[in-house]
């Protein structure tokens, strides 16, 4: 499909920068910056509680959309600094196997 693409929840260096961004505006008095902040704060927030919710019952969406967005990017950021601290990591490949009989 042209034009369609799926959201990547890894943040690249270029996206903290823009949310950084976004931070001191708010800190300037920008009201959208401040909008920013407050929603990715709730984001934050219901990626927390999403963490400590229990197995025993169902997730909400409305908590495990943001968590996995929230815990999405923080995985990307993980996966950065392995980069940037020299840590390479295979490729995993499926094992080898037999064809299966029909």
Do not use: C, K, N
């Amino acid at each position: 499909m042209p034009g369609f693409q799926f959201y990547d929840v890894a943040l690249t260096p270029s996206e903290i920068v823009q949310e950084m961004g976004l931070g001191v505006a708010a800190g300037g008095g920008a009201w959208w910056g401040a909008l920013d902040l407050i929603a990715a704060g709730a984001a934050v927030a219901a990626a927390i509680v999403a963490w400590r919710w229990p197995e025993a019952r169902p997730l909400p969406r409305v908590l495990g959309v943001p968590a996995y967005l929230v815990w999405g990017a923080v995985a990307g950021l993980h996966a950065w600094g392995s980069v940037l601290r020299g840590e390479v990591h295979p490729v995993w490949d499926p094992t080898r196997r037999g064809p299966v009989p029909r």
